[in-house]
């Protein structure tokens, strides 16, 4: 899968590499093509995923997200770590 900004891919892998979460695909961290991502300053918590960390995708504020240290009990509810995976807003960033 790929996700795209303004024609630009900013992340690739095969959707066996991805995980899904409250229909949000999230990306591994290999899969993000390096200098695409900046972190953001944005603040936010989830009360089950824990500390999230914003990222600018391509220079568009807040398009990504991750979950650098999810809670044990958020990696055994998805069925798989997610640590450092990266999720897309979709409204600006295409999933396809």
């Excluded at 995980?19 to 591994?28: L, R």
């Excluded at 989830?46 to 500390?51: L, N």
């Amino acid at each position: 899968m790929k996700a795209t900004l303004n024609g630009r891919v900013v992340a690739e892998a095969p959707e066996s590499e991805l995980v899904s979460i409250e229909g949000n695909w999230y990306f591994p961290p290999s899969s993000i093509v390096d200098g695409e991502l900046a972190d953001s300053p944005t603040p936010y918590t989830c009360p089950w995923k824990g500390a999230a960390q914003y990222h600018n995708v391509a220079g568009q504020a807040d398009a990504g997200w991750s979950y650098p240290t999810p809670p044990a009990s958020a990696v055994e509810r998805v069925g798989s770590d997610f640590a450092g995976y990266v999720a897309f807003d979709r409204r600006v960033v295409e999933i396809s």
